[in-house]
């Protein structure tokens, strides 16, 4: 099954040469591999370890998050909104599942 | 009748031969018969899901390793979800109210002698220094 | 108030007080709340190949997490970098009692000097905030996070 992300921009039309935030949220429950279930067994490690953010298909950033980020994390960049253009966030986890979204980035 | 007790003598005797693994949790009736049978302390940990403080333990103190390794040398973790019929039945009769709680008994001559209790989340050194106090007011070898 | 936040809070006036000694000592010495150098010293050498003392404190870098967390499970951090764009290559972020003390790597390239995401802190300890220069420099921000001690009613 496919990690499911949700991108948002703020402001959603920013003006060009105005700063945006992206907003990357993905549904994982990260697993650090510590937690105890309810019978005390340790939950095994599962948590996304590569995240990927392109602007017409050049990466732009790239995330290494671990054990220490929080279930269905949260990922925050800015930019300069130069130009309208396709952002793409790919994802995957230590499972070998993974994940991909795009979004559109329109100026005002 | 005779062959039912047999049964039952048998198969407490194989809960005391057989490796039980001590590094996770049971239910109440199945931890407070290892204790019993294993001369172990009998840690009862009321839990709930909505709780942060109880995810807080489940994650980084009951998983730690000096935690874990106490645990397993001395005691057996009875795991009671606080919300289920049994885990209200459970806390009323041992006055455990709120999670995370954790009460301690010693089998007895077979009945049950509280050994101790906590409230609330901990620190993992913290943690680890009140389990070994149990553990030695107790008495016996292991308590690191 | 409820039920909940009530025996929170004084569960909490009972941790306060606990904490008062730890927190008196940990002030005598100059350092932050639950500051452990020597296990964020493994991070720091797995992750970086550095120490802590080639870490600069820098008011260039800015970093916003609560002073305060109810849990430990989701703290959210933000971090920011008062330089050139063109002249950050990374941020880290590492807290000093988690068993694995590195919490993310975010490598930058072409976005501002920006990241927020959300935490796992094992325990009451300082966030630290690595920024990495192109020119090799680690500018550091420091803050410790208290994750409070409770139990739910």
Redesign the interface.
């Known amino acids: 099954m496919a990690i499911n992300i949700l991108v948002r921009f703020n402001p959603a039309k920013p003006k060009a040469g105005d700063e945006v935030r992206v907003q990357i949220v993905v549904q994982h429950p990260m697993e650090p591999g510590t937690r105890r279930d309810a019978s005390g067994k340790q939950i095994p490690a599962d948590y996304i370890n590569e995240v990927n953010v392109l602007m017409d298909n050049q990466l732009i950033a790239q995330v290494k998050p671990g054990p220490g980020t929080s279930a269905n994390p949260l990922f925050a960049f800015k930019m300069k909104a130069t130009k309208a253009g396709q952002l793409k966030v790919t994802c995957k986890d230590l499972n070998g599942q993974t994940g991909e979204k795009t979004a559109d980035l329109t100026l005002a | 009748m005779r062959y039912m007790l047999l049964v039952l003598v048998g198969s407490l005797l194989m809960v005391s031969a057989q490796e039980v693994d001590f590094d996770r949790w049971y239910p109440y009736g199945q931890a407070s018969q290892y204790a019993q049978s294993q001369g172990r302390i009998l840690m009862v940990y009321f839990w709930s899901h909505a709780c942060p403080y109880c995810d807080q333990m489940n994650t980084f103190v009951l998983s730690d390793e000096a935690v874990s390794k106490a645990l397993r040398q001395r005691f057996v973790v009875a795991s009671v979800d606080s919300q289920s019929p049994e885990g209200r039945a459970l806390s009323t009769q041992m006055r455990a109210f709120g999670t995370p709680s954790f009460v301690f008994f010693v089998p007895q001559g077979g009945t049950w002698k509280e050994a101790g209790r906590l409230f609330g989340s901990r620190t993992r050194a913290q943690f680890l220094s009140e389990l070994r106090q149990i553990c030695a007011k107790v008495g016996g070898e292991g308590c690191g | 108030m409820d039920r909940r936040t009530f025996?929170k809070a004084s569960?909490g006036a009972v941790?306060g007080s606990m904490l008062a000694n730890q927190l008196t000592s940990a002030l005598a010495q100059g350092g932050l709340e639950g500051e452990d150098i020597a296990n964020l010293e493994k991070g720091l050498q797995q992750v970086l190949g550095k120490s802590f003392k080639d870490l600069t404190p820098s008011q260039q870098v800015k970093l916003v997490a609560p002073t305060i967390a109810?849990?430990?499970?989701?703290?959210?951090v933000?971090i920011e970098a008062s330089l050139p764009a063109d002249q950050v290559k990374a941020i880290h972020?590492f807290?000093d009692k988690?068993?694995?003390p590195?919490?993310?790597?975010?490598?930058?390239?072409?976005?501002?000097p920006?990241?927020?995401?959300?935490?796992?802190v094992?325990?009451?300890a300082p966030v630290r905030a690595v920024v990495e220069t192109k020119d090799g420099k680690f500018l550091m921000a420091s803050q410790s996070v208290r994750?409070t001690?409770?139990?739910?009613?």
């Open positions: 025996l569960a941790a109810e849990s430990g499970a989701n703290v959210p933000e972020c807290s988690n068993a694995n590195l919490l993310f790597t975010v490598v930058l390239n072409g976005v501002l920006y990241y927020a995401t959300r935490v796992r094992a325990e009451t994750v001690v409770g139990g739910c009613g």
